[in-house]
């Protein structure tokens, strides 16, 4: 089966219904688990990106967290949001298919506080010397929720 070229014609389907050219496939023994494409422009939700929809069917068809054992294909080198969301969902490897630079001539989605030559440069800094104003306003009590949570969550975690 080849999953590079139905991600791209998964992509050219979302993009003909009026969405943004962006797609993911999620597969796990040599079968497709998920899709995803990007439903931003249909749904107004930033986080609609195809990564974070396939990882949301994914997990609940599987009913973990955790996707070892699954493969990514995805069009696009993912952004910050969706390499993170990657990361904690474990997949064994993520296949891209195009980079960044190859799209830019066709394809720009500049935001208030980062463009996509910035993206991963913003996220390196500092969380004081970014462009999105930050505060960090402590609080005493606000551990204590962590610290129910490792209360009642000590048996999971081996202790």
Partial sequence: MDFVQQTIALARRNVE?????????????????????????????????????????????????????????????????????????????????????DYAAFYRDDRKYISFETFYEEFAKPWDERRLPMTHQAHPESLSVYQRWKELNQASLGK
Avoid: W
């Avoid at 990007?38 to 929809?53: F, G, K, R």
């Fill in 17 to 101: 219904a009026g969405g943004r050219p962006f797609s993911c496939l999620i597969v796990k023994e040599g079968t497709i688990l998920a899709e995803g494409v990007n439903l931003v422009a249909q749904t107004h939700d930033p986080t609609a990106h195809a990564e974070i929809c396939a990882i949301r069917t994914a997990t609940a068809r599987l009913q973990t967290e955790h996707l070892t054992g699954c493969e990514f294909y995805i069009l696009a080198h993912p952004c910050p949001m969706c390499l993170a969301a990657m990361y904690y969902c474990s997949p064994d490897r993520v296949v891209f298919i195009t980079k960044r630079d």
